[in-house]
């Protein structure tokens, strides 16, 4: 017998709220391990391999071995000891458990609430929907690593922001289902009203940003211009060259992503404030807290982003500017939320 429906409710909060640390977790370690430069360290899959660490000095061998075969090695790192490398080498697998782990928490459970027919079939749909995500996010992942192990030094920035959108699309649809799970309701995600639309704006916007963020991060453009508020001695940087509208999307330069990225903050912080504005001058008292969250993070993140700039790339400024970003867009889907009917 299964247990009653309130206690299978409660569990099913429970793993909801687990679920989302769990996923907040990992889009931190993540983050590490890409700012350590971590992430090529193990070069292959190891899907069911590699659940234990190395755990002999003949281990540890074969995989420094194989990582002095990779282009980052004999570019950037030969002259790397044994030691330095079990550094990154437990940035990566720390990473790899840790999705190991949000698959089967996420997997076994689900299994459970189905057959004990006690949740909504419209939530257990969006349970698999978020289990394919996490498998899509795991394949994604290794195509990202792939990508460095040739002729690169690093993974393509391309693949890091389709990895890092992903994660953000599960965090977030784990947020909006334990949103409608303690409101007991099911609004839908996207409604295209008038009403709705300002609120969805916003979330694009931010979601953009961390696209554009990524990019920064894989290309390391943070180290081109560290100046503020100026971009050297200029407001647009003075080592692009247009020669036709290609060069606008030219997402490969790095001074240029790097541009994108500070006016694009600049853009979402002034929508913000103008959609402020519009929700105190409409007197929507229900959304006055949900937007204080919103501005706070939004003017945090930003001041973490120039003081990551100027300190030359600090790896906790970087790192806590990159959790802002998932704070800020589950603030922006709060106030969504609240808004939405």
Not at 43 to 56: I, M, R
Request: aromatic share 18%; hydrophobic share 50%.
């Amino acid at each position: 017998m299964f247990k009653s429906e309130k206690k299978i409710n409660t569990l099913f909060h429970y793993w909801l709220v687990i679920s989302l640390i769990l996923v907040f977790f990992i889009i931190i370690i993540g983050g590490l391990t890409r700012l350590t430069n971590s992430g090529l360290s193990i070069t292959e899959w190891e899907l069911f391999k590699g659940v234990l660490p190395p755990l002999n000095e003949k281990s540890w061998n074969n995989y420094f071995e194989e990582y002095k075969k990779i282009p980052q090695y004999k570019l950037l790192n030969f002259n790397m000891s044994l030691e330095e490398f079990k550094i990154i080498f437990y940035w990566e697998y720390a990473h790899r458990i840790v999705a190991r782990v949000i698959g089967l928490f996420i997997l076994i459970p689900i299994i459970f609430f189905l057959i004990s027919k006690k949740i909504k079939n419209e939530y257990i749909k969006i349970c698999f929907f978020i289990l394919l995500l996490i498998i899509f996010q795991g394949t994604v992942g290794w195509y990202m690593v792939k990508s460095g192990l040739v002729n690169k030094v690093t993974v393509s920035h391309y693949k890091l922001s389709i990895h890092l959108s992903t994660a953000i699309i599960i965090i977030s649809t784990i947020f909006w289902l334990l949103m409608n799970f303690l409101k007991k309701k099911n609004k839908k995600f996207i409604k295209f009203s008038n009403k709705d639309l300002p609120f969805l704006i916003l979330i694009f916007l931010i979601f953009l940003q961390i696209i554009v963020g990524a990019f920064v991060s894989g290309l390391d453009a943070g180290r081109i211009y560290q100046t503020w508020p100026l971009m050297g001695n200029s407001f647009f940087p003075d080592d692009i060259t247009f020669e036709n509208y290609i060069n606008l999307i030219e997402f490969n330069n790095h001074s240029l992503v790097q541009f994108y990225h500070r006016n694009l903050a600049y853009l979402i912080i002034v929508y913000a404030l103008i959609l402020s504005f519009s929700i105190y001058k409409k007197k929507m008292s229900k959304l006055y807290l949900a937007i204080k969250f919103l501005l706070f993070f939004l003017f945090l993140q930003a001041f973490l982003g120039i003081l990551t700039l100027v300190s030359g790339l600090n790896i906790y400024l970087a790192s806590s500017h990159q959790i802002t970003s998932v704070l800020l867009i589950l603030s922006a889907l709060n106030l969504y939320y609240l808004r939405s009917k």
